[in-house]
């Protein structure tokens, strides 16, 4: 049952007709009820304003209600998410044929696509390849365009196939690493001979063999460069002069070659695709031991054992042994026999006892040559169950 006792006619009625002044009153109520009505609808059709918080902007809408006051008013939510996108033009780059020890160029491009910064937070190289133009903390708007550039430096060594990958790391939440790889060939542009150097102490310059280098595409060069480990090898040469083909002539140091028994040679070239070639080069020493090193396994403390050692000489020079001694006391010598150019030793080990939880004893055999050099022989021992 409505309660009309609030209705401004019925409270006229009950006061006894209807007086002008009661028709007044009448009217300015229904008047001012009519406006309320007006506010109320356009309040709840208004639209409440969009907020944005990082990268997503959030839009609310209330939409009107012909229920009654009481129910509840529904809310539309729009979310837009504004985020960087990353696109790479060509991730994978093949240079092609590429000469030994040679540089090759090139450059991986991309775009921001998407609607935020793109933010690159790290850049991975590898090995054999230096990277510039892009680095940690750079940032491109929305539409801007960047290139990641890249030097390939080649091995030493042909190879059918070599890959090289790189990585950008970004903000970009679909794709947040991005694969770059090169691919290539590596060829011989230049050849050269020997591959080795083989040095003698008893020869006449060590008995170096000319080093001979030669293009292999027609590509006319210079040598810009000769050096040898502890300056060993010398070589004589015209950085000015050019042509396809160069036979140098290396001169050994007799003073430093026995001391430098291993090294290589390294030359320099102007060759546009092969900037530098390397000789490894060998001394024969005068004697081989055999073993190179002692090792021993299941030794058991305070029980010796007896290996053999055998000294050759490389040029079949007669020698003479002075001493044979261990660093240590470790080990000493039993018995030696002379055959022709060589000795066999007889040797002893004496095995400590084991100090705490060690496994193994360790030591060096020294053997003097008389009127010569000193042969030393690693030892190495290992306990049993050690």
């Known amino acids: 049952m409505i309660d009309d006792s609030r209705i401004p006619w019925a409270i006229a009625r009950r006061r006894g007709g209807d007086s002008p002044f009661d028709l007044r009153l009448l009217a300015l109520c229904l008047l001012a009820a009519a406006l309320m009505m007006g506010c109320r609808n356009e309040a709840s059709t208004a ?8 990268d997503a902007a959030v839009q609310a809408v209330q939409t009107p209600s012909s229920g009654p006051a009481s129910a509840q008013t529904p809310v539309e939510v729009q979310v837009t998410v504004l985020a960087a996108k990353i696109e790479v033009e060509k991730p994978v780059l ?92 590596i060829v011989r542009r230049v050849e050269y001979a020997p591959r080795n150097l083989k040095l003698f102490l008893k020869r006449e310059n060590a008995g170096c063999e000319d080093i001979t280098i030669r293009s292999l ?10 050096r040898s480990t502890a300056n060993t090898i010398s070589a ?11 036979v ?27 900037g530098n ?12 031991v055999n073993p190179v090193h002692l090792m021993v396994f299941n030794l058991r403390p305070e029980q010796p054992v007896q290996r053999d050692v055998w000294i050759l000489s490389n040029y079949r020079d007669d020698f003479e042994l002075e001493s044979v001694s261990s660093q240590k006391g ?22 400590p006892a084991r100090e705490g939880s060690d496994t193994m004893v360790a030591d060096v055999l020294e053997v003097k040559i008389k009127d010569g050099d000193t042969v030393s022989i690693p030892f190495r021992g290992f306990y049993v169950g050690g």
């Open 47 to 54: 639209k409440a304003p969009a907020t944005q918080s990082g």
């Open 94 to 185: 093949n240079l092609g044929e590429i000469g030994t020890d040679s540089k090759r160029s090139g450059e991986f491009r991309f775009t921001n696509t998407g609607q935020a910064p793109l933010k690159i937070l790290q850049v991975h190289s590898c090995c054999g390849v230096a990277t510039r133009g892009v680095k940690a903390g750079q940032e491109y708007a929305p539409g801007e365009k960047g290139a990641l550039e890249f030097d390939y430096l080649a091995g030493s060594l042909p190879v059918p196939t070599v890959t090289r990958e790189l990585r950008l790391q970004t903000n970009d939440p679909e794709q947040p690493i991005v694969s770059l790889t090169i691919k290539a060939s």
């Open 217 to 226: 595409d027609g590509k006319p060069f210079s040598i810009a460069g000769f």
């Open 236 to 246: 004589q040469f015209d950085p000015n002069a050019k042509a396809t083909e160069f």
């Open 248 to 274: 140098l002539k290396p001169q050994a140091d007799m003073e430093k070659v026995p001391r430098n028994v291993r090294g290589i040679i390294s030359i320099d070239l102007t060759h546009p695709e092969c």
């Open 277 to 288: 070639v390397r000789v490894p080069f060998d001394v024969l020493p005068e004697f081989t």
């Open 330 to 351: 470790t080990i000493k010598l039993i018995n030696k026999k002379k055959v022709d150019n060589r000795y066999q030793l007889q040797v002893e080990i004496a095995v």
